[in-house]
């Protein structure tokens, strides 16, 4: 049989009896067991204790004279109704008492004459009955307490992310927004250069095409992937401040040029560094336009950096420069890139090239040509217009027999004055 639980040091009990000879012994054997004990005659003057102070036990008799000990019980339940009651009486109906414990009204009953041990245990298990429902009454505060912080505070995190997913609604409309402008200012850049010479635009075109192909390679990081895909539009634009006739003398007839004025072609880089920071501040951007003609030997410009300290983004895009604005064949094209490949151009860069030409078809080569030169199976790099504005033939269509012979008949009529620019 388990032990009863021990009580609490000085618990407060409030005993009640008109007789003071069973009065002082009540309170005698509770102090022994180290109970604070207070002890009146009068229920009236006990509620008016009850009334300031708190108490564990309540210890009542049944017969006084102010009041039975079973009323008094249910009044002091009103001030104190987590108090364990104990009624301690000679003379009561046992259908009363069960009615009085089963409502609540008393905890136990003690019959007179009592047992010490018996008083005192029972004293014991009130007072740890009181304990436990105080404890408990604690504790269902704190949860309700804890309760109604976790409403607020979730109501709170509820309004925050509501907040944040508000934020992140925004912020993805102006990442698009901003993606979408930037995408705008690279062709805007692009139509600059085609309005400056339409083969530099075509090929500026092609150009990022290449590098796109390169770019979506596992060779690179997240940030060389967007300058590799953004300098192919930008490289050539200090370009546009060249005078027209010089870049279309340095094209047709390089040997021509005066030492000023290949001086003058060979810093368009720097020109074209400084422009691309209009669209693109990052420096990795800027350092490959700037370095995009730079050879692995040593011998590019405009700083002649060698090897390793040509950024990898511009040694992947001077292969694809040489390879675009070449006037060879494409297959003639990948020969000397291949001759160069250790001495122009990166080994790694070269590898890489050519395993994108193997992986996809690469975009066709645009050139200039002759109304005469015309043949079925080349596509047009920009669509054909009469004098008018009018189309005749769109951009992409691949020539056939009939359509040059269409054109052909269109420039008798009404000479076509714009150049004609194919992919081959």
């Known amino acids: 049989m388990s032990a009863s639980p021990a009580p609490a040091a000085h618990a407060a009990v409030l005993i009640v009896d008109d007789d003071s ?62 108090t364990s009651r104990i009624l301690i009486t000679a003379v009561l109906s046992l259908p009363t008492l069960v009615d009085s414990i089963n409502r609540g009204e008393i905890f136990r009953f003690i019959a007179k004459p009592w047992l010490r041990e018996e008083l005192t245990a029972t004293v ?15 504790l269902s505060a704190e949860a309700q307490r804890l309760n109604a912080e976790l409403t607020a505070a979730n109501a709170a995190l509820e309004g925050k992310v509501r907040d944040l997913e508000t ?3 925004q912020l993805d409309t102006l990442n698009h927004e901003l993606a979408t402008s930037y995408e705008h200012s690279l062709e805007l850049c692009r139509r600059i250069i085609n309005t400056f010479d339409p083969v530099l635009g075509g090929q500026a075109k092609t150009l990022g095409e290449v590098c796109t192909r390169m770019a979506e390679t ?42 000023r004025e290949r001086a003058m072609l060979k810093n368009h880089p720097i020109y074209s560094q400084t422009l691309a920071t209009f669209v693109d501040t990052r420096p990795a951007l800027g350092e490959t336009v700037r370095a995009h003609h730079e050879r692995f030997d040593g011998l590019g410009y405009p700083d002649g950096l060698a ?14 420069v040489d390879f675009v604005e070449s006037n060879l064949s494409r297959q003639n094209a990948l020969d000397a890139i291949m001759a160069g490949s250790g001495t122009a151009y990166d080994p790694e860069a070269v590898r890489l090239f050519l395993k994108v030409t193997q992986l996809a078809r690469l975009p066709r080569q645009v050139c200039e040509i002759m109304l005469d030169e015309l043949e079925p199976g ?47």
């Open 21 to 82: 000879f069973v009065l002082s012994a009540l309170k005698s054997t509770l102090e022994r067991e180290d109970y604070a004990v207070i002890a009146v005659t009068s229920p009236l003057k006990a509620l008016a204790i009850l009334a300031e102070r708190e108490f564990s036990v309540i210890i009542s008799d049944q017969c006084m004279p102010e009041m039975l000990g079973l009323d008094f019980l249910f009044e002091s339940k009103k001030l104190q109704p987590h």
């Open 124 to 138: 014991r298990n009130a007072v740890h009955r009181y304990e436990l429902i105080t404890h408990n009454t604690a």
């Open 167 to 169: 934020q992140r609604q």
């Open 218 to 259: 596992d060779h690179f990081t997240a940030e060389e992937r967007q300058v590799l895909r953004a300098a192919p539009l930008l490289c050539d634009l200090g370009l546009i401040g060249i005078p027209r006739e010089l870049f279309r003398a340095f094209r047709s007839h390089p040997e021509r040029l005066t030492d």
């Open 307 to 320: 090897g390793q300290h040509i950024p990898w983004t511009a040694r992947c895009l001077a292969v694809a």
């Open 378 to 424: 080349m596509v047009l790099a920009s669509g054909i217009y009469s004098p008018h504005g009018m189309l005749l033939i769109g951009e992409g269509l691949e020539l056939s027999p009939a359509s040059i012979a269409k054109i052909r008949s269109h420039n008798q009529i009404t000479p076509i004055q714009q150049r004609l620019l194919v992919q081959i």
